[in-house]
């Protein structure tokens, strides 16, 4: 079993950064591929962005060139740098781990955080 636990989320206004943190714990070694999901009012669970181990990305458009993804073994963490902060990126933030492959897929994550609150406004 892995425990993810995030933080870092907030208020913040447009034009603004947050950074969000994902910790892993418990059976390290079926952490695999990890990944943000976002959660909007009314909406199904999107993704994000993932990160492999040796430290491959990918970014659903709307985020490149804003988000950055990164994560620091060593530590069992991983991060979600958000610059550029829009009114539309507010939503529960969801840390995902465990996927065996490098996909996008909710299906493909066995473990996840419990959330943590982006709002973006003025």
């Known amino acids: 079993q892995v425990q993810l636990v995030e933080s870092g989320g907030g208020l913040v206004q447009p034009g603004g950064s947050l950074r969000l943190s994902c910790a892993a714990s418990?059976?390290?070694?079926?952490?695999?591929?990890m990944a943000w999901f976002r959660q909007a009012p009314g909406k199904e669970r999107e993704f994000v962005a993932i990160?492999?181990?040796?430290?491959?990305?990918d970014y659903t458009d709307t985020v490149k060139g804003r988000f950055t993804i990164s994560r620091d073994n060593a530590k069992n963490t991983e991060y979600l740098q958000m610059n550029g902060l829009k009114p539309e990126d507010t939503a529960v933030y969801y840390c995902a781990a465990g996927a065996k492959l490098f996909i996008r897929a909710r299906a493909a994550y066995e473990y996840w955080g419990q959330g943590t609150q982006v709002t973006v406004s003025s």
């Open positions: 418990g059976q390290i070694c079926s952490i695999g591929n």
């Open positions: 990160i492999s181990r040796l430290g491959s990305t």
